[in-house]
């Protein structure tokens, strides 16, 4: 989440910023306000302060910040500057350099980006001076949100207005996004485990949580990933986040088939999943019944497909494939035979002996060929995941 300074310049729109900054603090960011005196005809900043909970800055010279340098702060503590709404006279400003108040100043002092969200009348829209001042200011990074077409304070419907905080949320989150580690790829994480059918009413599974999967897949939208969840029985909540795709599976078969069809196109496969290795040769079609003199039950079993052999072995050049090796003894041993076999560029080895189902943390050592295996400290399941594809974006050059 990121350290957002909101300039709120003098406009009618200013009360729609006011829905932005709640919901940009909704989404976890944190927020200081600047605000310039025509802003405060229309917003006053009581209300503003009440909202953030954070003393707005629009005095430079007030009795409380004189001991300090308050722009000069501001402008070393900001990640994002977003100028919400931004009149012709504050983008004429910046264009030119002007610090005459306390948002001029401030913005001018500041490195971060800066991303304009204009709000005017059509005239001054369209008029050549703003149209320079904003052409300068493009040439110099800054990102403009073209304004919506609707109708003005004045009265008609033109370009110039604000567009719809929505809008606006997700087209910060996008500019967010752009400088994040895994921006621009796609990650396929499965979780959980299957469940292979014995007869309508029963099925073989196992003890899999899918947390580390969940983990896996909620810190790669979270460094900018788009992800598909493919996951199977879990027993966490699955998260709810527009950049995480969930696709529920039942056996390893169907897994098999959604894995194949959704990383074809992927970057990366993280097979977090407890995939059974053995199916039903036959599951009865109708609940299998006991008999008053029977004492055992046989089941036939079959091979299920190994799906990280069988993706990591046809994978494209320069896709990543991560599996794990869940074990309860000789880790080190079982874990290198894994990975000479399975194909896969990294194992995560794990010994699942120690109460690690669904357990928030878990002890890890990573396996790669040519490198000797590392042995990470006993950390969260969410630490190991953004470790590991911190890891991973910079190792490896994951072409989109
Ligand atoms: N795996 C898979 N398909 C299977 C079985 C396992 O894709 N049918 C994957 C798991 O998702 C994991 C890795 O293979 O990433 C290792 O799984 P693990 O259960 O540790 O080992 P197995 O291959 O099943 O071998 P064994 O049970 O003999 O330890």
Not at 296 to 302: P, Q, S
Not at 308 to 326: C, D, M, P, Y
Not at 340 to 358: R, Y
Request: glycine letters at 4%; charged letters at 25%; hydrophobic letters at 45%.
């Amino acid at each position: 989440m990121s350290r957002i300074t909101v300039y709120m310049t003098g406009g009618i729109a200013d009360y729609k910023a006011i829905n932005v900054i709640r919901d940009l603090e909704k989404v976890g960011h944190e927020i200081r306000v600047v605000m310039t005196k025509n802003a405060e005809h229309f917003v006053t900043s009581n209300t503003v302060a009440a909202l953030t909970k954070k003393l707005v800055l629009d005095d430079l010279w007030s009795k409380e910040n004189e001991a300090s340098i308050p722009h000069v702060h501001l402008a070393r503590w900001t990640e994002l500057a977003l100028v919400l709404p931004a009149t012709a006279n504050f983008i004429a400003k910046m264009a030119n350099g002007i610090a005459d108040d306390a948002a001029s100043t401030t913005i001018l002092a500041t490195n971060a980006p800066k991303l304009l969200v204009p709000a005017m009348n059509d005239q001054m829209w369209n008029n050549p001076a703003t149209k320079r001042n904003m052409t300068f200011l493009k040439q110099c990074g800054v990102k403009i949100m073209e304004p919506a077409v609707g109708m003005l304070a004045e009265g008609y419907a033109a370009k110039g207005r604000m567009p719809e905080p929505q809008e606006i949320i997700s087209w910060i989150e996008d500019h967010l996004n752009e400088h994040k580690i895994l921006a621009g790829k796609t990650i396929v994480v499965t979780a959980g485990g299957t469940e292979e059918a014995i007869d309508p009413v029963r099925f073989i599974g196992n003890r899999s949580s899918g947390k580390m999967g969940i983990a896996f897949a909620t810190e790669a939208a979270a460094m900018g990933a788009k992800v598909k969840l493919i996951y199977g029985n879990v027993t966490v909540p699955l998260p709810q986040d527009p950049k995480i795709e969930l696709l529920h599976t039942t056996s390893s078969e169907e897994m098999l088939i959604a894995v194949k069809k959704e990383f074809k196109d992927s970057n990366i496969l993280i097979m977090a999943a407890a995939v059974a290795d053995w199916r039903m040769q036959q599951v009865a079609d109708h609940k299998l019944k006991k008999q008053a003199d029977q004492q055992t039950l046989t089941l036939t079993l079959v091979k299920t497909t190994d799906i990280l052999h069988e993706v990591a072995h046809n994978k494209s050049k320069g896709q990543i494939v991560v599996g794990f090796a869940a074990e309860t003894n000789d880790l080190l041993q079982n874990a290198e035979k894994k990975l000479a076999s399975k194909g896969a560029d990294i194992i995560v080895a794990n010994d699942v002996s120690k109460n690690v189902f669904g357990n928030d943390e878990d002890q890890v050592t990573i396996l790669q060929t040519h490198a000797p295996a590392e042995k990470w400290e006993r950390m969260t399941k969410q630490k190991i995941a953004r470790k590991l594809l911190q890891f991973i974006a910079q190792k490896y050059s994951v072409h989109a």
